[in-house]
């Protein structure tokens, strides 16, 4: 496959991430890297000093041997960048969330339809190779009905200033549910605290109310004494447990509780079964090359993005609903359907 040729802007926190991955890749080659701040621009081009520079978005977008252009800059400026490469003919992979908004988000949606670009959400841990595996355990039923998910994602820093907590960190977790349970939530109700930066949430306590049944605790914080990154699934047959921190990042519980049939009026039996736990063999490719891979395939038009705008969507949803339940004292709101029918990819 002939290289695609990548721009990526925003060489802040993520940024030399994609560079170092891209970099790697025999099926992409960074033809550019661009950056506002002169300081972070030499930082990276010391490592890299063949790629060529820029301080300008549009010298990188009127550059006829970029082919696609990877953002990594923040929240806010997510939709002008990513409109402006896709009417420049670009393709288009941007860090999550995708938007500032849903509706946004969708604009940005139609916008690659009508160009016939690549528009691909930078939802890494779909990619993790944990997570593929927790989704075919879902797929083949082997939980059984799903009673609820618990999950936390917490640390120590990084504090954001321009979006909260439920921004930052909630888009892995609602990404990861989307992904799941191939399904959006119906409700959710929220907490939080601005504990460091005033206005800014660094704490929050997220439910999900999901129209099969299952339920869904997210709890997310960057005011930690440690990292942890858990998540339990609860299903009839069995559990499992994703521990993205362990050397056994996926454990399958063989347990679960039985109610029999009562012999007598009043008599009720709990048959508690506690079986084997297994740890099944887990890749260790690093996600985000698999993610970036998946994008250069797609854009050379060999696979559909995992990743998919519809899904990127969802996950904004949800975070609007989570915001409008802080804003109401934690009451339960509805998750948005959405407003114009955006094509789910095939996985």
């Known amino acids: 496959m002939q290289p695609v040729h990548i721009a990526v802007v925003g060489l802040g926190y993520w940024g030399p991430n994609l ?20 300081r972070a621009l030499a930082a990276l ?25 990877a953002i990594a800059t923040p929240v806010g400026t997510h939709f002008e960048l990513a409109l402006a490469a896709l009417k420049a003919g670009k ?10 908004s849903s509706e946004r988000a969708e604009q940005l949606g139609a916008e690659a339809t009508r160009a016939s670009r690549v528009l691909m959400p930078g939802h890494t841990f779909l990619y993790s190779p944990p997570v593929t595996l927790v989704r075919e355990l879902l797929l083949e039923e082997a939980l059984g009905e799903i009673y609820f998910v618990s999950m936390s994602r917490v640390n120590l820093g990084i504090h954001q200033s321009d979006v909260s907590v439920a921004w930052d960190l909630g888009a892995h977790d609602f990404s990861i549910l989307r992904y799941w349970l191939d399904d959006v939530p119906e409700r959710v109700s929220a907490l939080s605290r601005s504990c460091i930066l005033p206005g800014v949430a660094d704490i929050a306590f997220v439910n999900l109310q999901f129209g099969s049944g299952t339920l869904a605790h997210v709890e997310m914080s960057w005011l930690a004494p440690s990292k942890l990154r858990r998540t339990a699934i609860v299903g009839s047959e069995k559990m499992v447990v994703y ?12 347990s679960g ?12 039996r709990l048959t508690y079964r506690t079986g084997d736990i297994v740890s099944p063999r887990v890749d260790t490719t690093e996600p985000l090359a698999l993610e ?3 994008f250069c395939e797609a854009v050379r038009g060999h696979v559909e993005p995992r990743s998919t705008v519809a899904l990127g969507t969802d996950v ?6 989570v915001e409008r339940s802080l804003d109401e004292q934690g009451a339960p709101v509805a998750v948005e359907r959405a407003r114009a029918s955006t094509p789910e990819s095939a996985d």
């Not at 288009?92 to 938007?99: D, G, I, M, N, S």
């Not at 904004?316 to 609903?321: D, L």
């Open 19 to 38: 560079v170092r991955v891209l970099h790697e890749l025999e099926d992409a080659e960074v033809v550019r890297i661009c950056d506002r701040d002169p």
């Open 45 to 69: 081009h010391r490592r890299y000093p063949s790629v060529p520079t820029a301080r300008s978005f549009e010298e990188v977008i009127a550059d006829e041997e970029v082919e696609a252009v």
């Open 91 to 100: 393709h288009v992979f941007v860090e999550k969330p995708l938007a500032d």
């Open 243 to 254: 521990d993205d921190t362990s050397n056994e990042p996926v454990r399958i519980f063989d």
């Open 257 to 268: 509780v039985v109610l029999r049939d009562p012999q007598t009026f009043g008599e009720y």
């Open 292 to 294: 970036l891979q998946n």
């Open 316 to 321: 904004v949803r949800i975070i609007e609903a």
